[in-house]
């Protein structure tokens, strides 16, 4: 049997998983994201990370098939990686520097891409040809398989979806430079901002008014209480995400919109509210898309990316 | 050597091509689009063109291929249409019925889906894998190819981006029944509208003002001519085409788009004002993206519906 890494590096933690090579995951851990000094220390953290592992299992490196890496931003199918504007990075070969940290061969990806590759290999799109996938964490990113494929586009920058750009109106900028970007709303940094936007917009009571350092999570937790105030900023994020998503299906036609990221720990809500607004907004032929949880939940990336180096 | 038809079947005119096995376009005509009676004589006006050609020309029957044909709706990999707005058709098997009618083997598609393939076959996507065509005639139509394949998706109803919501402001419906889609902004008659609009929201002396009926190429004649107010008409819809386009590629990372359909003879001013909108809304991986004008013309359709029964 022979074995491997899939690492799932997001904007706030790394996580890495060891599996075997029928894609049993069997084990994992995390570590954080230091994006301090242009993020120079991310890629030495996971190679130190997993060096540590292989030494304290005493691994025989002689059955680890490699690496794979999902990170957030654009990667070629050579491994380069153009910008990721969440940690800080330039252009480089991520594959080549990872792989000589580490002395393992490495493959690399778009993170929501690798995201998705392991929903349709091991989730929620299972047997799907044409699917969706959108993570909505620190950012936003989108993994699409179209007619069974993944669609990489020409410099594997296929799937931004979090860049589209959906208010021309917005007035605040988004990581990347633009402003109005899906990103701004739909990724849960997008809910506390569309929340503290609309707490100091109004006067209306909300539990939310007592917290100090809102978090997404506690929005999700007050609209589930009732909170009036919690209910009418999720159903602005509801929009926003409805209408995206709707536009999205218009160019690729899918069978399933999975969800992930961390505001998809939001559950139900979140799927009814954001159909409800793609019914909305979609072409008639899209009306039947059904809307899915991720069922790898965080580890969907970790599947992907560990399917990259066995493909 | 075997021949065939390629029908590029729109909401104005029927253009119908005769093609030889190699890709040449002998002959093409055109016949008007009888959409009244629910579009009802639409198929024995194709099929009584095409008997009339067939025996004006003393073809051998035997030497036929078929007929390939593009609709402005979406098609599924078996033929069935699934409404086609500006038709007034309902769902049924157009490739059954056009088969029937002419005693041919007839394969179907979405139009822009087929004129993307004509010009990927033959005009400016030549040698392209990631190529985005938009049609903009009496409506908006795309056509999409990804990694070298055309993208289909679950019901053929990939590249429906005329549909795209644009602006939720929008107080007026579109064709389909929702409302702001690219189609009420990019289509001839989108420019018509924006115009009409303009021109009643304002006192702005212009030449449009003396124009009874006003067409889409009377706008951008006036805009050549140096009418300030056709210059801020154009102005709009270049602004509209550049940000559905922007989320276009943000979806599936192209190396080009291409513009068809009539709207696209404006040529290069239409060119520049949409890439310099295009180039304000998308994503920096995107930035590079090359715009053309589709070299096949009106032809592109034919073209690739001829492409249908080749491949």
Known sequence: MRYGFGVDLGGTTVKIAYFNEQGELLT????P????????????????SIADYISRENIDRSTLLGIGIGVPGPVSSEGVVNRCVNLGWGVFNISEELSRL???????????TVAALG????????????MVFATLGTGVGGGIVTDGQVLHGAHGAGAEIGHMVINRE????CGCGKKGCVEQYCSATGVVRLANRYLNANSAPSVLRKIENLTCKDVFDAANAGDSAALEILDQVYRYMGEFLANVADVVNPEVIVLGGGVSKAGQPLLDGAKKYFDQFVFHANKDVSFALAVLGNDAGAYGA??????
């Open 306 to 311: 560990f399917k990259l180096i066995l493909a």
């Open 119 to 130: 929903e349709c290999w091991m989730g929620s799109g299972k047997g799907c040809r044409n």
């Open 102 to 112: 580490t002395g393992l061969p490495v493959k690399a990806g778009n993170d929501a």
């Open 33 to 48: 994201t230091r994006k301090e000094h242009s993020g120079s220390l991310i890629l030495p953290d996971i190679a130190a």
């Open 28 to 31: 994992k851990w995390e570590i």
């Open 170 to 173: 917005e007035t605040e900028p």
